[in-house]
């Protein structure tokens, strides 16, 4: 379970509703079928039709994305790529044939594989680059998707709320039905606007630093892969694949060194 | 038929026309004209003053394009393109002349054709990426003109409110026509959100979305048809076409090669 | 005259005014000199200070560039340069001498004229180049300030109307002239988004798109120009020049092309 | 005096007061202290966090530089880049020496001095274009203290309205006061959208615009200096010169040269 | 303490309480417990969402980093880089060595570090490089965080009082409640708006700030560090390194320097 999607949203809801039955709101009078259906379908509506069926069907893998954890580990990441150059060294780049499926990370092991099977390091550097770029591109796609929904979410807010209001003011003879109608109209620019920013654009966001993480990793696997490779000194790869590290990895990652070191 | 373009104009337009329903609205008092003439009107206005007569031209042709579905095959290109570099190895660039009219994909016949000509590779590759950028210029144009229509029509909205007001305001003696005028003025900003935002700007998406698959599309064909040219190995092509590939393709894309594989 | 420019013009404003009437305003409503001074003024003053004299001097030309039309014929531009490229092989580079005075397009007349005093070829370019990327830059001025009026319009609306509620609420003891003021205090908005979203920004938007049709075909004659001089065959040079086309010139130029060969 | 800042700062004000006279206000009720306390008091607080104190200390630079003008001659540049052409071949370089103290221009003389130096070519490329480049990030500062200015201005009025009604609603029970609390409530609106418009943005735009007519003619200049350097002839250099020009100064430019060359 | 940081925050919310108490308000009323836990909580859940746990134990430090003065020593930096480089060329590069304890700047003695281990000048510049773009995007990651609260908090706000409107209107048959609710309804927007431009926009800015003058002064170490790897002459390092400074820092250098020269 991806901690913080799960505490941000308990927090946000808890806190809109929290604050509003403090008021002295009832809860249930948050709830207006009507205005749900004319946020939620509007937005979904206009989402649906500015993709192709085949790039919705990928929203659901985004959803699980931005609900279950996927830790990225650059020190361990660092750590394998230093050991499988002293291996590679030592051993020769053919035995690392046998550790390869030892590697959890894809992306990785499929650059070794590319090693292993002697490509041209000028193309191993195109294929693993292109994929990286490939994979921005995919996870692209489900930033665009919920900011486009982030985006739609307070315009159709905003157009329950005049369906409703133009409602409100053609019964306008029935003075006691007024205000209660008026609230129900305003409860469409509320899901509008917070389904928006508790929901699509948050979502979005994670997905856009989550895959800013992944690509950080995949960049320093391919600079580790292309070292190995070149059959440079481990103690160099360490050094350079560091600098990719963000600065509040890098202490624990000198540390990591300084225990190896002290071995 | 496109679908997603079927499917969220009727989830759009049902959503809204039905939560309006719902609420206990009555369908007819969602049509005035005068509203609709000021929003339509007003927004026709504005975007043609911006564009030449040539220029608009374009729009039947992207409704077409919107509405028409146009399947795009990454993998039956791939396969192609493979197919067509098995073929030139054997039996030489000439060969490929006779199967060039089952080529289905306009791109790719003409990126051989290139090629069967003798044209100089790096022209070859200036020439087909100058077509690539021109088709994206092209879309691009749809893409304004949708997102241009989406801009004035919340505005054109606000000025039919405003309008509305105005009137409204100025004959306040008879208040028991005030309701239903306001109400009335208020279908301004309805008709100019919603045009926006269920027909303009999902609108212009989808040409952005479409554009960026086909082009795609075209610069792995052009990677492709300048392999072809050089002779490369056809597994080797193979290959470097898939990192071109969404990662959701792609699995599609390798089970098929182990079919073949198998073969 | 430019035919959208008008069109669009006597569309917009005939619907923002037509719809008006037909609601039963009275046309007399719509103006009121205060408000008018106060969205105009404002509007022009915030625009003068932001730029030079010599850079506002521009305006009145680029009025009679949204207004005038300029037609842009890329199809006759290419075939003069596959004409001008013929010539040149049968006749040398300095019989084009006495053809220049034929050539209305100034900016293939300059480049031509470079090529005939014997300019090396890189500085031809580096010229030429330069003369593309300072004309975009005296357009993208005009752009600049009528966005600026763009985005000032609308504020200045608001300050209006902010002002004429100041004054009617300031009065508010004289119920009978309440809704009359409001009413005048509206219109302010009104000037401003209708100014605006029918004047400034589409006029913005005109400069643009004809600035980039203006700029593809001075490419296309610099890409000419520059095969002139080295003596490429016009046919290339054709096939070339082809590709900066839009594709919806495209057609017409290869049935052109195909009528000549069957000459 | 910069004449644009001042004819547009008058016409602004004077249409937004006069437009409020005309509609029968009384100019003191457009004054409200508390309004102007928290509205400029915001914006000032909240542009201060933002930046640093020696950054902050640039302001009333910037200030001078809207308000003085300061006048470039590009042609007068030209002119004397050619002239300095001129006596180098002549004179030789090291001539120059002697004329640097006619010469206004701080950075033409600073390029000069460097030729004079003996400076390689290329180093002195570097250094006069780390200059230009010093020189636009020292502007762009400006621009962004009074974009930030420009946008929290508006949002400061809301702040003040929100609080005016605060204040009034809390007092409703005495109706008298009410309008005219409004009102006041109002005045923060207006000075925080009247502030951002007609004078924070439009400064921001003017040194913007002011940065961009002084690079270009550093641009020139450097371009000039290169060519002194390198030895080129004079009225080569001149027609390179030219195309830094904007198209409106080209005419004026062509002129003089014809005037010249008359002599 | 940063000094500004400082300033402008009693500054804004000295002018916004003043205002409001000059307004004849009282400072009780500005304190409501569920519109600031609707905003604040709001805000701060879907702030949590778009990030994970390690990126936002982040906040503290770049919270520390906005309230504690980092000065930024351009001209010292220059003057310690001129100063090693005239070291250097006198007692070699080895000689440094013992000197580096007493380098304050941590970027420096890293840099000067590669230098005295003889590392290639390529990767030298490359570790650095990435070590600069590394520190760029830690801090990019701040702005992001706390641009990310300023685009919540004024949405938030807007579900705050739509909330209190509908709590308020549910109940209206108890007219004596109604403005005093209202007014708490209001609050929210309040609450939104002022802690997005008083707080977390002025914050983000600030931390963009200071990383472009830490940025500027590693690049201008950069610079000196490979220079003195060249064995450069100090007096021209001095001079490549002045083009590096703002021009407000560049008086302040040439005086030094004159007052050095003069030794």
């Known amino acids: 379970m991806d901690l913080t999607t799960l505490i941000g949203l308990i927090l946000g809801f ?55 954890d996927t830790p990225i580990d650059y020190v361990g990441a660092v750590d394998k790529m230093v050991e499988t150059a002293d291996r590679a060294r030592r051993e020769g780049l053919l035995s690392l044939e046998s550790h390869l499926p030892e590697i959890d990370n894809d992306f990785m092991r499929r650059g070794l594989q590319l090693v292993i099977d002697g490509t041209d390091p000028e193309l191993t550097r195109n294929m693993l ?21 982030g985006g739609y979410g307070p315009t159709m807010g905003i157009i329950g709320t005049v369906m409703g209001l133009v409602h409100v003011l053609g019964n306008i003879e029935d003075p006691s039905s007024l205000a209660p109608a008026i609230a129900m109209a305003f409860l469409a620019t509320l ?11 948050p979502f979005a966001t994670k997905i856009k630093t989550k895959t800013a993480r992944q690509v950080t990793q995949m960049e320093l696997v391919l600079e580790g892969v292309l070292s190995v490779q070149a059959g440079e000194n481990p103690r160099v790869i360490r050094e350079k694949l560091l600098t990719f590290l963000p600065e509040r990895e890098r202490s624990r990652m000198v540390m990591n060194e300084n225990v190896r070191m002290g071995m």
Chains 1, 2, 3, 4, 5 share one sequence.
């Not at 680059?129 to 929904?149: D, H, K, P, R």
């Open 14 to 68: 808890a806190a809109l509703i929290g604050g509003f039955l403090m008021e002295g709101g009832h809860a249930s009078s948050l709830i207006v079928g009507p205005a749900a259906i004319i946020v939620f379908g509007g937005t979904f509506g206009a989402v649906i039709i500015g993709f192709s069926l085949q790039e919705l069907k990928t929203v659901p893998g985004f959803l699980k994305d931005i609900f279950i």
């Open 129 to 149: 680059e292109m994929e990286i770029s490939s994979y921005e591109e995919s996870q692209g796609l489900g930033v665009e998707i919920f900011n486009a929904a």
């Open 191 to 201: 899901y509008g606007v917070a389904s928006a920013n508790v929901l699509w654009i």
